[in-house]
């Protein structure tokens, strides 16, 4: 028996399909944090397309990016960009039944802190996040891609 990778075992445990010849593979993916900066086209290419989220219990949500930096937290956002973020991350959620720990949760932090704190990333996962942080999930023993927002809503390829 040769030695094997952390990489190469979560590849292995992790691989549905392939997709070419060049060693291009279909990945099982355990979970997927979301954020209100790069989840709208995905959530407005699932609604387009009539589709629903796969297995919304393995998602979680998180107002991340715009939070206020203000001691104590407000609903209220400081910009109308930002508010706009999250109330349509907040009717996403909501619509396709995602959990979301939005600005006032008590839970709410960092997307990358507090999804490992709070059991949702566990060794031996593989995540996707619209987040190029994503990756710092290694340093727990799972394998983090930060994807484009484009590819979260891309569907399965296997067997089309």
Not at 33 to 49: C, D, H, K
Not at 136 to 142: D, I, R
Request: with cysteine; hydrophobic share 40%.
């Amino acid at each position: 028996m040769t030695a094997r990778t952390l990489y190469d075992k979560h590849i292995d445990s992790h691989t549905v399909c392939p997709l070419d010849d060049q060693g291009h593979v279909l990945l099982y993916i355990d979970r997927q944090v979301i954020n209100e900066y790069t989840s709208p086209q995905a959530f407005s290419g699932l609604r387009e397309a009539g589709r629903n989220v796969w297995r919304p219990g393995t998602a979680l949500a998180v107002v991340d990016h715009v939070n206020p930096t203000t001691p104590k937290r407000i609903a209220a956002m400081p910009d109308a960009g930002g508010a706009r973020q999250v109330s349509y991350l907040a009717e996403n959620c909501r619509d396709f039944g995602i959990e979301l720990l939005d600005i006032l949760n008590k839970r709410q932090g960092i997307e990358h802190v507090i999804a490992p704190e709070q059991g949702f990333i566990l060794p031996g996962m593989v995540i996707a996040a619209g987040d190029s942080h994503t990756t710092t999930y290694g340093a727990l023993g799972a394998f983090g891609f930060g994807i484009g927002t484009s590819e979260i809503d891309v569907s399965t390829r296997c067997g089309a």
